[in-house]
């Protein structure tokens, strides 16, 4: 089956920890995003990817990072710097950055700091 | 630059009545809009996108929407609600940021259908 997979699905961290999100993609699709979900919010954009080896900051990248070492990963590495990090976090994928191209979406990861 | 407004952020309404929701959007543009789907704890899915061809799109589920650029409106509508459709709604427009494209998303509705 082609698809986005995320995990863990549920993650805790304690404060001023570094957590890795996982995202793999089987699409051969060229670009990756992160984007973070609050309650009674839309999706936010954290970073995205064009293509291997490059990646962009979105909206809200501070305290995050990235790598895209291969086209199917783009892991998000949440660090001590992100003040609230407590978020619904989704990894999605487009065959690339063109106006009409559709998003898939993981199943998400939910962050909690403790 | 561009932005997408959804007018409510519930909507609720009985099983068998039909659904409503609305959103607008601005764009330099023409743009390309979807709505998509959440359910609880779940990942996204498209329920249907317009790229510029037929102003009315039917989506998956009995959804359709329809584009109105005097109105720069793309309210999503359901004939019959049914309890499986409970879940929240975003409407997005496709964005111009620097030489490619971004999805922005509208702060969503949370859609309750009740029995």
């Known amino acids: 089956d082609g698809g986005i997979t995320q995990s863990p699905k549920y993650l805790f961290r304690k404060e001023g920890q570094n957590v890795t999100l996982s995202c793999e993609q089987n699409?051969?699709?060229?670009?990756m995003y992160w984007y973070r979900q609050d309650p009674g919010q839309g999706l936010r954009l954290i970073y995205y990817s064009q293509i291997v080896n490059d990646f962009q900051k979105g909206d809200i990248a501070e305290g995050y990072s990235v790598s895209r070492e291969k086209k199917e990963s783009f892991p998000l590495t949440v660090t001590s710097a992100q003040k609230n990090p407590t978020a619904f976090y989704l990894c999605?994928?487009?065959?690339?950055?063109?106006?009409?191209?559709?998003?898939?979406f993981g199943q998400g990861t939910r962050l909690t700091v403790v | 630059a561009q932005s997408v407004t959804q007018l409510d952020s519930h909507v609720s309404v009985s099983e068998g009545t039909p659904v409503l929701l609305r959103c607008n959007y601005s764009?330099?543009?023409?743009?390309?809009l979807f709505w998509y789907v959440q359910h609880p704890n779940k990942g996204l899915q498209l329920l249907l996108k317009y790229t510029s061809a037929a102003t009315l799109v039917k989506g998956i589920n009995g959804f359709e929407a329809e584009f109105k650029k005097s109105e720069t409106s793309f309210h999503l509508t359901k004939p019959s609600a049914h309890m499986s459709d409970a879940a929240e709604y975003f409407c997005?427009?496709?964005?111009?940021?620097?030489?490619?494209?971004?999805?922005?998303f509208g702060s969503g509705t949370r859609l309750l259908v009740r029995p």
């Open positions: 764009s330099s543009y023409s743009p390309s």
């Open positions: 999605a994928s487009s065959i690339d950055l063109v106006q009409g191209a559709r998003a898939f």
């Open positions: 699409l051969n699709h060229d670009a």
């Open positions: 997005v427009v496709s964005g111009r940021m620097d030489s490619s494209y971004k999805l922005i």
